[in-house]
Nanobody, 120 residues
Framework: QVQLVESGGGLVQAGGSLRLSCAASERTFSRYFMGWFRQAPEKDREFVAAISWSGLSTYYADSTKGRFTISRDNAKNTVYLQMNSLKPEDTAVYYC?????????????WGQGTQVTVSS
């Protein structure tokens, strides 16, 4: 059972930056494909970014490409989401998630989420 704990959310003005962190309890963290998702009020959860176990491959939603950067430090069992040029529409609860492979259709483990609020 992998436990994921997000941190780093908060209130920021439009154009600002935040870095989210997701710490994993599992020693085999490096085996997991990791992703970030978000859910705004009254909207469905949406994909934000993902990263392979090695960190060499990254994937982004069109809405975040060029502004967000996902990275990981397997020695620290942590995945990060650097968010720049934030917009009010980025306001949401952000979740990190883990799955055993890129090909798996579902993520197996989810964190509790961290709130990001971008003011205009």
């Amino acid at each position: 059972q992998v436990q994921l704990v997000e941190s780093g959310g908060g209130l920021v003005q439009a154009g600002g930056s935040l870095r989210l962190s997701c710490a994993a309890s599992e020693r085999t963290f490096s085996r997991y494909f990791m992703g970030w998702f978000r859910q705004a009020p009254e909207k469905d959860r949406e994909f934000v970014a993902a990263i392979s176990w090695s960190g060499l491959s990254t994937y982004y939603a069109d809405s975040t490409k060029g502004r967000f950067t996902i990275s990981r430090d397997n020695a620290k069992n942590t995945v990060y989401l650097q968010m720049n040029s934030l917009k009010p529409e980025d306001t949401a609860v952000y979740y990190c998630a883990a799955k055993n492979s890129r090909q798996a259709t579902e993520y197996d483990y989810w964190g509790q989420g961290t709130q990001v609020t971008v003011s205009s």
